[in-house]
Nanobody, 113 residues
Framework: QVQVAESGGGLVQPGGSLRLSCAGSGIGFSIYAMGWYRQAPGKQREWVTT???????TYTDSVKGRFTVSRDNAKNTAYLQMNNLQPEDTALYYC???????WGQGTQVTVSS
């Protein structure tokens, strides 16, 4: 059974940092590019960042310079380091092996003073 599980979310003040993790079981992340997405209340899910199998990265403009995506294939885990968080980053964050329909339950990130 394939499972994708995000973790690491929480409540943080503006300017703070969080590190999200995305762990997989029943599926080997190493053969996939990995994507992070987020969905804010009342909005559609949006793409945040992608890391390819070789480690190349792309980001949506609003997070460039603040977020860093990485992966550890040995641990079958992807990460999203988020710095200088702002209230507009508040959302449910998801990861997905690209090209698959496997989504986790997401992890909530709330940025508020």
């Amino acid at each position: 059974q394939v499972q994708v599980a995000e973790s690491g979310g929480g409540l943080v003040q503006p300017g703070g940092s969080l590190r999200l993790s995305c762990a997989g079981s029943g599926i080997g992340f190493s053969i996939y590019a990995m994507g992070w997405y987020r969905q804010a209340p009342g909005k559609q899910r949006e793409w945040v960042t992608t890391i390819t199998r070789s480690g190349s990265t792309t980001y949506t403009d609003s997070v460039k310079g603040r977020f860093t995506v990485s992966r550890d294939n040995a641990k079958n885990t992807a990460y999203l380091q988020m710095n200088n968080l702002q209230p507009e980053d508040t959302a449910l964050y998801y990861c997905r092996p690209l090209g698959t329909g496997y989504w986790g339950q997401g992890t909530q990130v709330t940025v508020s003073s």
